[in-house]
């Protein structure tokens, strides 16, 4: 099976713009969560989505939404960007069997 | 809400010494714990995980081992080799009704010296 992509992979933007990712989860997957990762945060959860309704919510502020389309991919959007949102965002999927989530390779996002 | 406490944040061993990763946790309601392998530019990867039902778990070199009652697991990574330099994330998972609730610790930086 295909892994867990994410677009795009780089990204640029300046402050004040919005910005929208895209997670394609593992075929048959329906649980997708997101992840902020920081070197000094870590991996910080935003959300996590499973058959288009959200399950869980981190603490990151409203400017960070997300949704899930009935393909199980996922989308997720920050808007108003500040240069404190300068990270790599994950996604990870998961059939929920055994709660192994698979990671995607990331969109390393640049606000200046 | 869960509060996960890694530690150390850095580690460097010499190759084919030990290296031991340790994490509490706060919510005695977490009853899944795994651990990710991050190398350099690459996505986090599941190595090893635990239940709360089971105190320790091997597998080749590596093991998890659990203390409910003291609410922390350590990652036990034996005869270690380069190839074992990477990020490691612990992470606490609450399974509730369905629901999963995700928090992870701020990694470990683990550097084998040959």
């Known amino acids: 099976k295909a892994g867990v992509t994410q677009t795009p992979r780089y990204l640029i933007k300046t402050r004040g713009q919005q910005v929208t990712l895209s997670c394609s989860p593992i075929s048959g997957h329906r649980s997708v969560s997101w992840y902020q990762q920081t070197p000094g945060q870590g991996l910080q959860f935003l959300f996590e989505?499973?058959?288009?309704?959200?399950?869980n919510k981190g603490n990151f502020p409203g400017r960070f939404s997300g949704r899930q389309f009935s393909n199980s991919r996922s989308e997720m959007n920050v808007s108003t960007l500040e240069l404190g949102d300068s990270a790599l965002y994950l996604c990870a999927s998961s059939s929920g069997q055994a709660n192994w989530w698979y990671f995607g390779p990331g969109t390393r996002l640049t606000v200046t | 809400g869960e509060n996960v406490e890694q530690h150390p944040s850095t580690l460097s061993v010499q190759e084919g010494d030990s290296a031991v990763i340790k994490c509490t946790y706060s919510?005695?309601?977490?009853?899944?714990f795994p651990w990710y392998k991050q190398e350099l530019g690459k996505r986090p990867q599941l190595i090893i995980d635990?239940?709360?039902?089971?105190g320790e778990k091997k597998d080749q070199r590596i093991a998890v081992t659990l203390n409910k009652t003291a609410k922390h697991f350590s990652l036990h990574i034996t005869e270690t080799q380069p190839e074992d330099s990477a990020v490691y994330f612990c992470a606490a998972i609450k399974e509730s009704g369905g629901y999963q609730k995700v928090t992870f610790g701020i990694g470990t930086k683990l550097q084998v010296i040959p």
């Open positions: 635990i239940r709360s039902n089971v």
């Open positions: 989505y499973f058959s288009e309704t959200q399950r």
């Open positions: 919510d005695s309601a977490s009853n899944y």
